[in-house]
T-cell receptor
Framework: DVKVTQSSRYLVKRTGEKVFLECVQDMDHENMFWYRQDPGLGLRLIYFSYDVKMKEKGDIPEGYSVSREKKERFSLILESASTNQTSMYLC???????????FGEGSRLTVL | GDSVTQMEGPVTLSEEAFLTINCTYTATGYPSLFWYVQYPGEGLQLLLKATKADDKGSNKGFEATYRKETTSFHLEKGSVQVSDSAVYFCALTYNTGNQFYFGTGTSLTVIP
């Protein structure tokens, strides 16, 4: 069964902390994505990566960075968490030239 | 540019009622169209897709037809169940590039 796995389902952090969200896919997909989901705003793309060590900014990259050192793993980093980064974070992957995105189960982050 | 507009929710239906969730799109090329479903506390799962005009996607009793003349991809189900309660997202993408365009989601609640 194909899978995108996000390391933490629920996290609670304090303002100013560094936060790592990890995502691993087992489908050998070239492309990986981080989205943020907020009520009324739908899904917004933070960053995506089309190859190891390659990344592109999405619609809302401010306050975030990413790392892709291995093909199967894509990490989202909040250098200094703020309360307005409280959200659901969704990782996804996709094969090049293919259609659908495959999503992980999401990581719900609360920043106090 | 490309975009997806879907009907606002929330939608509340009784069990066995007929469901329609409207989705229209604006596209600069010839996209593939998708419906994703998100159950409470989970990530998005692909429900169905259509890759060209007049294609019909279907899965789990849900159907949607890719209508180029009306730029629409409405989701329908003849008889909803309580277990269909979820948020439904319409989306489009192209096989080249990595842009996915999502609607803002429609929340469906089915009551017994």
């Amino acid at each position: 069964d194909v899978k995108v796995t996000q390391s933490s389902r629920y996290l609670v952090k304090r303002t100013g902390e560094k936060v790592f969200l990890e995502c691993v896919q087992d489908m050998d997909h070239e492309n990986m994505f981080w989205y943020r989901q907020d009520p009324g705003l739908g899904l917004r793309l933070i960053y995506f990566s089309y190859d190891v060590k390659m990344k592109e900014k999405g619609d809302i990259p401010e306050g975030y960075s990413v790392s892709r050192e291995k093909k199967e793993r894509f990490s989202l980093i909040l250098e200094s968490a703020s309360t307005n980064q409280t959200s659901m974070y969704l990782c996804a992957s996709r094969a090049t030239g293919a259609g659908e995105l495959f999503f992980g189960e999401g990581s719900r982050l609360t920043v106090l | 540019g490309d975009s997806v507009t879907q009907m606002e929710g929330p939608v509340t239906l009784s069990e066995e009622a007929f469901l329609t969730i409207n989705c229209t799109y604006t596209a600069t090329g010839y996209p593939s169209l998708f419906w994703y479903v998100q159950y409470p506390g989970e990530g998005l799962q692909l429900l169905l897709k259509a890759t060209k005009a007049d294609d019909k996607g279907s899965n789990k009793g849900f159907e949607a037809t890719y209508r180029k003349e009306t730029t629409s991809f409405h989701l329908e189900k003849g008889s909803v169940q309580v277990s269909d309660s979820a948020v439904y997202f319409c989306a489009l993408t192209y096989n080249t590039g990595n842009q996915f365009y999502f609607g803002t989601g429609t929340s469906l609640t089915v009551i017994p």
